[in-house]
């Protein structure tokens, strides 16, 4: 791959996604002492950036491929992000689901017309369901981070971003399965001008802190996080790149990341998931490294249960 | 007043201002039928509408009389307004709240520098206060929404709206005070070919309901609404220009209100006050009259307790 694989990328999604807005907040700037470029994937289509490597993912497989349809595992964005992007190409939708999923992530998914298919709640049920209707229908699968594709759709989010702020001193994120900090650090590669690339992680989930440390994929035990989007590993196709590409990885406390929650709710009037405000979190809890630099901030998502808040 | 009286007050206050941007949705329009311009004033500095009229009214006065400083009595919204307008132009601002008035209230005006002078927590307790600083300190005296200053700087959030979207059929705003929909309705004669202006009041606080009925300023007896913003009935210098200009006041139950503010949420990724999703409310409720409408909404604000919702 290169630079062009991702302007083509790029090309390819542009007319199935929002070119998101960049969002500033002088209180937040005179609170962090830097200055925060958000890039605000939570108004991104279904919410999540997800939607952007759904996207080239589905318009990167061929007419018969597309005509047998895609299938994934995720009870997440994901899961809404393919269902999204097939519709809008008449594209089938399988997407496998542990049959204790929360009604309102079922509800998502039904919203874009995703069919889902109930399985047990274990990683092996999952894999043997959806690899069994791969069988089956012939779909293809898709994997929600660890996926070419996916990551080069993920990349556009980063790319947008130094387009319209080209003098950024580097770029966060949170780090879940490693298919978004991948994107972006290809993107801050081909297009910037030594942009860093940092990720935030839970300490709560830090085995992609722990995995760089190692030089292997680390996994978590558990999960004890309200971060729900980032409670996944790395996986073969992103850990070279974010080996090669990432700067290094800042851990923060759960009491850090419902704080950085709270204060961009209400400091700049938007919703963004747990998730989403581990990177702000990482800068508050860093300030000295980061002071009066320039700093992009991708909000991942906007998905979250409003009548269940963790402030 | 004329047209030119509309467009000073709008160049005079937008240094002070942000130019709010206008968001859509897909999903939204879908479900009400129509579509809908959302005018974003919750991302308004401090986070209302109301820093447009307090702008307004302190950059009209003379040198003489911004010495002197200015006095209001609100516990919401305009006492942030005038403080932060009043800083920023180096004025002293008094703002008489009442003694239980929420912490958090009393934070926002200490954020921008405001003086808080507690009284009593009656009107004639507020009147009376404000009018001792009126006198000690020859403080000129600020109304949130019953001065022609105020209602006109409020205009400009629809001059913008109107700028961005000139064939819009209608704009809906919250009713309280009167201060936002006489503004609105004068950008809608002055600016708009025919572009209707409709109010959305809480059945629970209907008093310009009633006023437009009746003819002459009623009052309500209770506010047992969750729109708290809408807890006041109209003012002489406003009613006129309502009679004069405004169509209608649709009402709309609680329920009502807390589904379409839920909805804004959950949908559109931001966040705005209860009194703010009375308009889309009005709306919900009155699908047929509003079929494939170009509909305006002021977001009138957002700045809401995150820790206490109301679903």
Chains 1, 2 share one sequence.
């Not at 993920?154 to 080209?166: V, W, Y």
């Not at 770029?171 to 991948?182: D, F, K, Q, R």
Request: aromatic share 6%; hydrophobic share 40%.
């Amino acid at each position: 791959m290169n630079k062009q694989t991702l302007i083509q990328a790029h090309n390819r999604i542009k007319p199935f996604i929002h070119k998101t807005p960049v969002l500033t907040s002088q209180l937040l700037d005179e609170k962090a002492g830097c200055n925060l470029y958000f890039k605000c994937e939570n108004f991104q289509k279904m919410g999540a950036f997800k939607m952007r490597g759904a996207a080239n993912a589905i318009l990167s497989l061929s007419q018969e491929e597309r005509k047998r349809g895609v299938v994934t595992h995720s009870s997440g964005n994901f899961a809404q992000a393919v269902s999204l992007a097939a519709k809008k190409l008449g594209v089938k939708a399988y997407i496998v689901m542990p049959e204790n999923a929360p009604q309102v992530k079922k509800d998502g998914v039904r919203t874009y017309e995703g069919e889902i298919i109930e399985c047990d709640s274990t990683p092996q049920a999952r894999e043997a369901t959806a690899n069994s209707i791969k069988e089956e229908k012939g779909a293809t699968f898709l994997h929600p981070s660890n996926q070419d594709e996916v990551i080069y759709g993920n990349s556009t989010a980063a790319i947008e971003l130094l387009e319209e702020q080209p003098n950024l001193d580097l770029i966060l994120t949170p780090v879940g399965g490693g298919g978004l900090i991948a994107g972006t650090a290809l993107a801050a590669h081909y297009f910037s001008n030594n942009c860093k690339v940092i990720g935030g992680e839970p300490m709560e989930a830090d085995d992609a802190y722990r995995s760089l440390i190692s030089g292997k994929i680390e996994t978590n035990e558990s999960f004890h996080t309200v971060a729900d989007g980032l409670r996944t590993h790395l996986g073969d196709r992103n850990f070279p790149i974010i080996q090669k590409y990432v700067d290094k990885i800042i851990r923060v406390e759960e009491d850090e990341i419902i704080n950085a929650m709270q204060l961009i709710w209400e400091r700049m009037k938007i919703i963004i998931e747990p998730s989403c405000a581990v990177p702000f979190a990482a800068v508050l809890k860093n300030k000295e490294e980061f002071k009066n630099k320039n700093i992009g901030i991708i909000l991942s998502g906007g998905n979250v249960d409003v009548t269940n808040l963790p402030f």
